[in-house]
C-alpha cells in the first residue's frame, strides 16, 4: 500500500506563505489523484486541491483559488501545496491523499497521510 508523508506546517503571520510536501511511498494507476484537504478546529475536513501524476491536471477549492498551488514532481514522488497570501481561515491540519478517482470528495481517495499543522496568526 502506498504510504504519504505531509511535512512544510507551521506558523506563519497573515499574508505570508508556506509550501507543504507530501511524499509518496509509491506511484500507481490506483493512487493516480493526489488531493489536499484540511479541517480547522470544530469544523469538518474539507477540499483544498487535486492534481493528478499523469496529466497534471489541477482543481482548487473556491476558497483557495488565486492564492494557492498545487503542483507534483514525478522523479521525486513528491506532491506539493504552495500557499500564499495566508488567511487565519487557512489554520488547520492538512492532509495529503491519494486514490484512484479523487475529485472533491473524501470517497475519491483511499489513502491518507497524517496531517500536518498550519496555523495563521492575525
Known amino acids: 500500500q502506498v504510504q504519504l508523508v505531509e511535512s512544510g506546517g507551521g506558523l506563519v503571520q497573515a499574508g505570508g506563505s508556506l509550501r507543504l510536501s507530501c511524499a509518496a511511498s509509491r506511484r500507481t494507476v490506483a493512487s493516480n489523484a493526489m488531493g489536499w484537504f484540511r479541517q480547522a478546529p470544530g469544523k469538518e475536513r474539507e477540499f483544498v486541491a487535486t492534481?493528478?501524476?499523469?496529466?497534471?491536471?489541477?482543481y482548487y477549492a473556491d476558497s483557495v483559488k488565486g492564492r494557492f498551488t498545487i503542483s507534483r514532481d514525478n522523479a521525486k514522488n513528491t506532491v506539493y501545496l504552495q500557499m500564499n497570501s495566508l488567511k487565519p481561515e487557512d489554520t488547520g491540519v492538512y492532509y495529503c491523499?491519494?486514490?484512484?478517482?479523487?475529485?472533491?470528495?473524501?470517497?475519491?481517495?483511499?489513502?491518507w497521510g497524517q496531517g500536518t499543522q498550519v496555523t495563521v496568526s492575525s
Open positions: 492534481i493528478t501524476w499523469s496529466g497534471g491536471s489541477t
Open positions: 491523499a491519494a486514490g484512484p478517482i479523487g475529485g472533491l470528495g473524501q470517497g475519491g481517495y483511499h489513502v
